[in-house]
């Protein structure tokens, strides 16, 4: 959620010069051929196969995976698009490629593992009596991923493109959410950092098994990830650069991909303006922004931590607009601005005014996140629509563009659940206990490893070169724990009872 503005309030690729102005059609780009897979060979291996010789030129499996949708505008999407690290044959005809990405990413463990990762309260508790159920990081990424796709589709994207990039864009995150993302972070200092986005390209084409080539140093078999498409890797990332590498600002933490990972970045890069993220990862960034804003006002009032009411006090509005200011907008937007949005969206007619539990006032709070969610769509839709016109958009034919004022609106409801939700004093000592137990595992299984690692990472553990890739090891496998997973091994090899 890191997006930066451009000309006139738009919203853009992270890393996108403002002044840039896209060209409306799609240019078409040559079928590339992959770059050799580093390390490996280019060949088809699941376990145990045997090696090939790598095919010459563009798979031919690209042609049947993505037929010509019966549309009066060409696709957006090129063979090259289409391709994938390691070439497979297609097990049922008639599928598209991006269909199979979608399908890898929804059956893959790392989604899964999602239920049981910090959203913004951790799974497993309640506030009120009245408390319905809190997000987790999966149903935030399942509802994250229909808006994305209806999205996406309305506005000529490849909808499981889109909903592909959507379940797989919070993969990475590691237990306690960005608190433990901060504290493995912390950790990982010296081995080049960590961050949820580039730990999700690592689990898409490295650490979730599904499909393995042939090392030729060694002949032994070498995981490839999912081994999606490269426009599914592309459209799932939304920091495209190293660590320190943000175009407009080199000393951001965000990033998308680790050192050691650059090889397949590269390839699923290949072509792409520097630091430009794709139409599809435009696409997903803005229904995650949509998706968790709201939903975290939602959640906020079922807890009840949000007091609608706080929002006419001009004291409370004042702490808001301060919370926004430097973290959902620009430091120097004007607060006026700000407040002049909360007010266009508390005017409306759905807006809760209050929120009591019960089966009305559910209904009614479902009602207005409903509104919010087609607002900012249908602006985001229309603004686009306005500038590039009723062509099929996608890959860097164009850029999402999101009206500034509709900007404004989302932050403030993000501003709100931050004021309520997360500064909340309870939460203070929560966060201070996760990053706890996050470093005291970290500093265990830096003295105890392969003690304590899944059968997965001993193995990765004890075949690293060096010291800092068994570090990196480590910081793989507490970044693939839930909450509940990474306190049962702290206190195993801590003896601890946090």
């Known amino acids: ?39 490996a060979q280019n060949a088809s291996a699941q376990t145990g196969a045997q090696s090939a010789p790598a095919p010459a030129g563009p798979r031919p499996q690209t042609a049947a995976a993505l037929p010509q949708p019966p549309h009066p505008q060409a696709t957006p999407y090129t063979y090259a698009d ?22 890898r990413v929804l059956h893959s463990a790392a989604l899964r593992r999602l239920a049981g990762k910090t959203q913004v309260v951790t799974p497993g508790t309640r506030g009120l009596s009245w408390d319905a159920s809190p997000r987790t990081r999966l149903t935030h990424s399942l509802e994250c991923a229909q808006v994305g796709r209806e999205l996406g589709a309305v506005l000529g994207c490849d909808p499981d493109l889109v909903e592909a990039a959507c379940l797989s864009h919070d993969m990475g ?59 599914a890797l592309d459209a799932a990332t939304k920091y495209p650069w190293p660590r320190g590498g943000r175009p407009d600002d080199p000393a951001s933490p965000k990033f998308g991909v680790y050192e050691d990972d650059v090889p397949v970045f590269e390839w699923a890069r290949r072509d792409a303006p520097a630091g430009r993220t794709c139409f599809e990862a435009q696409v997903m960034d803005w229904s995650d922004d949509v998706a968790y804003s709201v939903h975290d006002f939602e959640d906020g009032l079922h807890a009840g931590h949000i007091d609608p009411g706080c929002l006419s006090v001009e004291a409370e509005r004042q702490e808001i607009c301060s919370v926004a200011l430097g973290r959902y907008v620009p430091a120097d937007t004007d607060p006026a601005e700000l407040s002049e949005a909360l007010d266009r969206l508390t005017a409306e007619e759905w807006w809760p005014h209050g929120y009591d539990g019960s089966a009305v006032s559910q209904a009614r709070l479902k009602d207005a996140t409903s509104q919010l969610i087609g607002r900012f769509c249908q602006a985001a839709e229309s603004a686009t629509r306005d500038l590039y016109g009723p062509g099929r958009l996608g890959r860097y034919a164009a850029e999402l563009v999101v009206p500034r004022a509709v900007q404004h609106e989302c932050a403030m409801l993000k501003a709100v ?4 939700v997360m500064q909340r004093a309870e939460q203070e000592a929560i966060r201070a206990d996760q990053r706890i ?40 496998q507490i970044a693939a724990l ?5 306190r049962s091994l702290h206190r195993r090899l801590t003896s601890t009872p946090h």
């Open 417 to 420: 659940a931050d004021r309520y």
């Open 82 to 103: 289409t391709e994938r690290w390691d070439a497979e044959p297609d097990k049922r005809p008639g599928r598209t490629a991006f269909q199979r990405d979608r399908a």
């Open 482 to 486: 839930t909450d509940a997973a990474a």
């Open 437 to 476: 137990v996050i470093a005291e595992l970290a500093a265990a299984l830096t003295t105890r490893a392969p003690e304590g690692l899944e059968p997965q990472f001993r193995a990765l553990f004890l075949a690293a070169d060096d010291d800092r890739a068994r570090k990196r090891v480590l910081v793989d």
């Open 173 to 231: 995150h590691p237990p306690f959410g960005h608190n433990g993302e901060q504290a493995l972070n912390d950790f990982a200092s010296d081995c080049g950092g960590f961050e949820g986005n580039a730990q999700s390209l690592r689990l898409l084409t490295r650490l979730e098994p599904k499909r393995f080539v042939r090392d030729p140093r060694t002949g032994e078999p070498t995981s490839v990830g999912l081994n999606l498409t490269r426009a």
């Open 1 to 39: 959620m890191d997006g930066t503005q451009g000309a006139h309030g738009a919203h853009r690729a992270p890393g996108t010069p403002a002044d840039r102005t896209p060209t409306a059609g799609a240019v078409p780009r040559s079928p590339a051929t992959p770059h050799a897979p580093a390390g």
